[in-house]
């Protein structure tokens, strides 16, 4: 398979229709996502020295409106109504809190720099069910918005 082909074929998986491009798009906006929020949690609680928990909502909120638009269009290419803002914005309400008790939790336990990321690994995964579900649910879906 040679280089070209290769690029073809991600870019065919990126751009399907299937679940499997979804999450494939999915993990890009994510990727890119927890980069901006890592990013802006780094500078803030080590050139501004903002306490790390404050620093997460910050991050978090930054990092929030990149991936709403980003889901919306890129994702789940899905018509944005009223139901999915507010899926979206109760999945993340719930996925903040979670990452806000675990930064606490593990700053003491690997320092303020590093207490994102294991709040991270073990948020992202369940904010894609509860995101995907806003996108994708019956619930959310109704035309009535």
């Not at 280089?3 to 494939?24: C, M, P, Q, Y």
Request: net charge positive; with cysteine; glycine share 8%.
């Amino acid at each position: 398979m040679s280089a070209h082909t290769s690029l073809t074929e991600i870019k065919s998986w990126v751009n399907a229709d299937s679940k499997r491009g979804e999450f494939i798009r999915f993990a890009m906006v994510g990727g890119l996502c927890t980069c901006i929020q890592y990013g802006v949690y780094v500078v803030f609680v080590n050139a501004v020295k903002v306490p790390a928990v404050v620093s997460t909502m910050i991050s978090y909120g930054i990092s929030f409106i990149v991936n709403f638009i980003l889901s919306s269009i890129f994702t789940f290419k899905s018509k944005a109504n009223t139901r999915k803002g507010l899926g979206f914005v109760l999945s993340h309400v719930i996925n903040m809190g979670m990452q806000t008790g675990l930064v606490a939790i593990f700053k003491g336990l690997v320092g303020n720099t590093l207490a994102l990321l294991p709040a991270m690994a073990i948020c992202v995964p369940l904010n894609y069910l509860m995101v995907r579900y806003a996108f994708k649910g019956k619930f959310f879906n109704k035309s009535n918005s």
